[in-house]
Each structure stands twice: as structure tokens, then as C-alpha cells.
């Protein structure tokens, strides 16, 4: 117990990054989360189109220490634009055997008492630059879940290879489609009706590789993570990685980025 808090749970009683940046708070609407639903899908539509053309789903077999390397070279540069520090080389190892994680609803984890991330090696390879990248913002020090897809989005597009940015564009597109979905199907779908073919196929092949592995106690298992997210501090529990919208749309605001 005294561990998990001394190598890194004590990093859930720091600043906001929002506070740490000194960003303006906006809390984006149904019809700017729709608008942003549609930029990314062209932007989605015409990265996987410079990719390949074929409307196969695409077939990423990426070299583990290449990849761990771009993003942590990708993702040291970010921060360190923020003006926050990254001590060390935080490490991201691939589970095994596959699946290990999935079948508790997860893409990966960081374990402080080793000092290192891991993600599961059953997932899709396209999703691998973007979880990654989650899991190493975990090894620099950040708690929240929707903070570290947010940083995952863009250390992912910052980076210089065309299929992590990829990967980034495509996870963020998934978050804000389930978002657009639980508030309108009808949008949700004449969106999705307008992906490239080619995309349509690589959603397919995502899902069908996280079904190879079925959940073990899905409930229990986000029952305890909802009380331990809550328990320290994190007010929206599971629904926290879903700020990775707002935070997107925060820093857009804020930094004058225009679509």
C-alpha cells in the first residue's frame, strides 16, 4: 500500500492538466460534438485513404522498440511544450498471452511497483500506437483516464509515422461516435455512413479481435474500478476517459487550433 502510493498513486491529489496549462473550462454541446464527429471522419477518411486505397481492412505489424520509441520521443516532445517534466524512460511491454487483459474489459495497465505500462498483445494492432501512448502518460505521472487519452490523441498525431497518427485520429473518432450515438442513432449513423469503406473494415477487425476474448465478470470488474476511480478523486469514474472530447475541444479553444 505504502509503495503504490510512494512510485505513483500520490499523483492523483496534482493539478488538472487544464489547471497545470492554465485553460479556460468550456463544456462543449450536442451540436459542437457533432460537428467535431464530422471533421474527424473526413480527417479519419482521408489518412486511411492516403494509407491504402484497398477497402480490406488494413494488416499493421509494426516493430515493438521502433513504435515504443516514436511515441515516447512523440510524447516527451509534448509535454515538455507544456513545460512538464518527464523524468526517466518510461517503459511499455506487451502482455502475454494475449487476451489477459481484454477479458476484464482493458486495453492495458500501469503497474507502479515494476515502473512500467503494459497493453494487451490481443488487441489490434492499429490500436497499439494509440494505448500505448495512454499508458506511458500514466508512467509520466498522470492519474486520469480521460487526461491520458487526450494525451494519447496527440502525442499519437504529433508523431512522425502515418499509421500511428492513424491510430490517434481513429480512437478519438470511436469516442466521439459512441458519444453522438447515446444522444442521437440517426446522426450517429449518417456519419458513420460516410466513412471510407476501408475504415468501416478496420472498425470490424478491432471489434472482432476484442470478441475473441469475452469478459469475465464485467460488472464486478467495473464496479470495483468505478469505487476505486472515485475513491481517489476522480468524480466521473468510467466515464472519465470519455473527457478526452472536451479536453480535445478545451485545447482546440485554448491554443487557437482551427479544424
Not at 482493458?106 to 495512454?134: K, R
Not at 509520466?140 to 496527440?154: P, S
Not at 479481435?209 to 474500478?225: A, C, H, T, W
Request: proline fraction near 4%; hydrophobic fraction near 40%.
Amino acid at each position: 500500500y505504502f509503495l503504490f502510493y510512494f512510485l505513483w498513486a500520490f499523483n492523483y491529489y496534482g493539478p488538472s492538466i487544464k489547471n497545470r496549462l492554465g485553460w479556460q473550462e468550456m463544456t462543449p454541446d450536442s451540436s459542437a460534438i457533432l460537428k467535431e464527429l464530422n471533421f474527424v471522419t473526413e480527417k479519419v477518411n482521408s489518412l486511411r485513404i492516403h494509407l491504402s486505397q484497398d477497402t480490406s481492412e488494413l494488416h499493421f505489424k509494426p516493430d515493438w522498440n521502433t513504435l515504443e520509441n516514436n511515441i515516447r520521443i512523440s510524447e516527451a516532445s509534448l509535454l515538455q511544450s507544456w513545460g512538464i517534466p518527464t523524468y526517466g524512460r518510461v517503459r511499455i511491454r506487451r502482455l502475454q498471452p494475449p487476451g489477459i487483459l481484454l477479458r476484464i474489459s482493458t486495453a492495458g495497465v500501469y503497474i507502479p511497483f515494476v515502473c512500467e505500462g503494459h497493453i494487451d498483445s490481443g488487441m489490434n494492432a492499429l490500436q497499439w500506437p494509440f494505448t500505448l501512448a495512454h499508458e506511458m502518460a500514466h508512467g509520466y505521472g498522470f492519474t486520469d483516464e480521460g487526461e491520458c487519452n487526450f494525451i494519447g490523441f496527440l502525442t499519437s498525431i504529433n508523431s512522425n509515422d502515418p499509421y500511428v497518427n492513424y491510430s490517434g485520429w481513429l480512437a478519438y473518432w470511436r469516442y466521439l461516435y459512441f458519444d453522438v450515438y447515446s444522444l442521437s442513432e440517426s446522426n450517429a449513423e449518417v456519419v458513420f455512413d460516410c466513412l471510407f469503406l476501408g475504415v468501416k473494415a478496420d472498425l470490424k477487425a478491432i471489434r472482432a479481435d476484442v470478441n475473441k476474448y469475452p469478459d469475465i465478470f464485467p460488472s464486478l470488474r467495473d464496479g470495483f474500478y468505478e469505487l476505486y476511480l472515485k475513491f481517489h478523486g476522480v468524480n466521473h469514474g468510467l466515464k472519465s476517459y470519455n473527457e478526452i472530447i472536451e479536453l480535445v475541444l478545451t485545447w482546440k479553444k485554448n491554443e487557437r487550433v482551427t479544424n
